[in-house]
């Protein structure tokens, strides 16, 4: 299945992309997704462990069941 991840902030300046499309087995979880990406993304690497999740704009868990055609988005933590 292919996910939308769109990326924010500092997410998005590590890859040098607004958004980036990442194929997962069906079905997958948040938690799974965040690997996947890990390993296609390096750069993403150090910073998912503390990124917020959003799914279809609704914030989202490491067990949250993603779906086809369903919208991720990445947040790095907020500070202040």
Avoid: W
Avoid at 33 to 52: D, M, N, T
């Amino acid at each position: 299945m292919e996910v939308k991840v769109r990326l924010f902030a500092s997410l998005k300046d590590r890859v040098g992309k607004e958004r980036i499309q990442v194929q997962v087995s069906e079905p997958t979880t948040v938690g799974a997704l965040l690997e996947v990406l890990a390993s296609v993304q390096p750069k993403l690497a150090p910073a998912l462990s503390s990124a917020l999740v959003a799914v279809n704009q609704e914030f989202a868990f490491a067990d949250t069941l993603l779906k086809p055609g369903d919208e991720v988005a990445l947040f790095p933590p907020v500070s202040g």
